[in-house]
C-alpha cells in the first residue's frame, strides 16, 4: 500500500464506522415499520412512512416552525455579529479580555442556556418580566405567538458570539491594502464599509450564514428546556418533532423517513445556494 | 501622511464611540444572565421568588445540595468523552487530512463527503447508534457515546485540518525527505509542528462540540452514565422548587469553560483565519 493510502485508511475506517453504517442503516429502517418495543413485528413497508411522513400536517409545520426560527436568528445574528466584529476590530484597550468575554456564550452547553433563559424569563421568577413590570408592561415570554421568537432571542445571545468568531477571523484576514487605499482617497467609513469591506467579505459572510443556518436547523435543546413544543405547537422544531416520534413514540422507522426527507431537503438548499454562489463569482 | 493621518483620526472618532457603546450594551448582555443565575445559586426559596433582588446574605444549600446529585461525575465522564473523541479524531483526521491535502487523495469526492457529512442531521444518525447499541448490549453506556460523538466531531475537525495543511508551506518538508527522513516520520516530525496552532484550533472545537452535545449523550445514555449536559437537563423535571440547585448545576457546567474561553480566544481567532474559514 502507498504511503497516501496508508495515512487515509484510519479516516476511511473510522469514517465508514461512525458515519457510512448508520447513514444506510437508518435508510434500511426508514423502510420499515420498526418500533423499539415490537422488534418482531418489524416489516418491510417500502416508501410507506415516507408516504405517511409527507401526509402528516405537524411534519410541515415542524419546518414552517424551524424555517422562521432560522430566517429571523440568522439575520439577527449576521447583522449584530458584524457591528461587533467591526467594533472588536478597531477596539483599542482590553482586546483580549472583551474578545474572552463576549465570545463565550458560544462555549456554555445549550441546555444550560436553554435553562438559564426559562427561568430569567419567566413570568414569576424571572427578572426580565419583573424589570418590565416596574415600568408598567406585561409580557409573557413563552405566550402564544410569542415562544417561538423568545427562542430566537435565545440563540441569538448564545450564536451571536461564533459569527462574531467567524467575522472577525475573517475581518483580521483581510488584505490591508484597499482599506489604506480607501483612506488615502478620503472615503468615508460608510462608504468603505460599504464598497470595501463588505465585498471583500462576501464569501465569508456567506459561509457564516450557511454554517449557523445549518446549526440553526438542528435547535432542540432550548426547546426541550423550556416548551417542549408548546404553546400548542408553536415551537414543536423539526428536531424536537423527530425526537418524539422515535424516542417517546419508539416509531424508529418513522423518525429515520423524517430526518431522511430532511437531509434531502437540506442537501438540495446547499447545491442550490452553490451553484448560485458560483454563478455571481463569475459574473463578477 | 501626517496631514491624512490626523484627518481620518478626526474622522474615525465618532465611530469608535459608537463601537464603545455596542461592545458596552454587549457585555452587558453577556453577563446579565450569568450574573444573575450566580446571584440565583447563593438564594433560599423565599429569596427566589423575589428575582431583582440583589443584596442578601449567602446560603450555601443549594451547592451542597448539588454537589450530591453527582455533578461531578457527570463532568467527568463528559471530559472522558471529549477526551477519547477528540484523540480519535485528530489522529485519525490529521493523517487523512494530509493525504487529502498533499497528494489529492480520493479528490473532489472525499472533499464534498467531508462536508456533506457535517450536514448530517443528528436524528438521521441516532437511530442506527441506539439500535445497535442494543443489539450489541452497550445500550446506556458511554461507549455508543462516544461512538455518536466521533461521527459529530470526526468531520468537523478533519474538515478544518484539510485547510490547515493546504495552508502549510511545502519546502520544509520535502527538504526534510531529502535529508532522508522517511515520509511518516517526516509528516510526525516536520509537518505536524508546522501545523500544530491548528491542530490546537480543531481540538479544542471539536471538544466543545462534543461537551455541549444534549440531543445524543439523552438519546444513548440518559441513565447511570449521564454526561453533564443530560444531568443538568434532568433538574429542569424539578421545576421551580429547585431552581436554586439547579442554578448551581448550571454554573457547575459554565465556569469551567468560561475559564478555558479565556485562554483559547485568541488561538482560535488565529486558528480559524489560519484556514478553516476559506472554502
Redesign the interface.
Known sequence: MS???R??T???V??V???G???I??FV?SLTN?R?TRRDETKFVAFAQYKDVLQDHAYWSALAVTGTFIVFAVALELSIGL??A???Q??RRFR?F???????????????VG???R??L?Q????I???LE?VGITYDFFGPGRAIYSMVIIDV?QWTPFMV??L???L??LSKQPFEAA??D?A??FYTFRRVTVPMLA??LT??VLIRS?DA??V??YV??ITRGGPGTETQT??YF??QT??QFFR?GK??A???L??IM??SL?ILLFKRIEKARLAS | MTI?KI??RK??EP??L???I??TG??I?????FL??FL?SFKTGTQ??N??LILFSPNLANWTRVLETGILQAAFRSVIVGLITVS?AI???S??????S??K??GSTARF?IL?????????????????A?RIRVNGTLVSVV??H??LV??VV?WFLIGFFDAAPKEVEEQALVDGLD??TA?RKVVLPQVAPGIGASAIFGF?IS??D??YA??LAPGNSAT??VR??G??TFR?VE?GA??A??LV??IP??I????I??R???G??GG??K?
Open positions: 504511503f497516501r493510502a495515512m487515509m484510519p479516516l476511511l473510522v469514517f464506522a461512525a458515519i453504517y448508520p447513514l442503516s437508518s429502517l420498526y423499539i457591528m461587533i467591526l467594533a472588536l478597531n477596539q483580549d472583551s474578545r474572552s468575554f463576549l465570545l463565550s456564550p458560544m462555549f456554555v452547553t445549550p441546555i444550560a435553562l438559564m433563559f427561568f430569567l419567566n414569576q421568577l424571572g427578572a418580566p419583573a424589570i416596574k445571545w468568531l467567524l472577525l477571523a475573517g483580521e484576514s483612506k488615502v478620503g468615508s467609513p464569501p465569508i459561509v457564516a445549518l436547523s438542528k432542540f435543546e426541550y428546556a423539526i428536531q423527530t425526537y422515535g424516542i424508529l423518525a429515520s423524517m430526518s431522511y430532511l437531509l437540506v442537501i446547499v | 491624512s484627518t481620518t474622522h474615525f465611530w469608535r459608537a463601537g464603545n455596542l461592545l454587549a457585555f448582555a453577556v453577563s446579565a444572565p444573575w443565575v440565583g427566589l421568588n428575582p431583582t480519535i489522529i485519525v483526521g493523517m487523512g487530512a494530509y493525504s487529502i498533499r497528494y487523495t480520493g463527503g456533506t457529512a457535517q450536514v448530517l442531521p443528528p436524528a438521521i444518525l441516532v437511530f442506527p447508534f441506539l439500535d445497535l442494543y461512538a455518536a466521533i461521527s470526526l468531520p478533519t515520509r511518516f509528516f466543545v461537551w455541549n444534549l440531543f439523552l438519546i453533564l449536559p443538568i437537563a433538574f429542569n421551580g431552581l439547579m442554578s448545576a448550571i457546567s459554565v469553560v468560561l478555558a474561553s479565556f485562554f480566544q485568541r482560535l481567532v488565529q480559524i483565519s478553516a474559514v472554502f
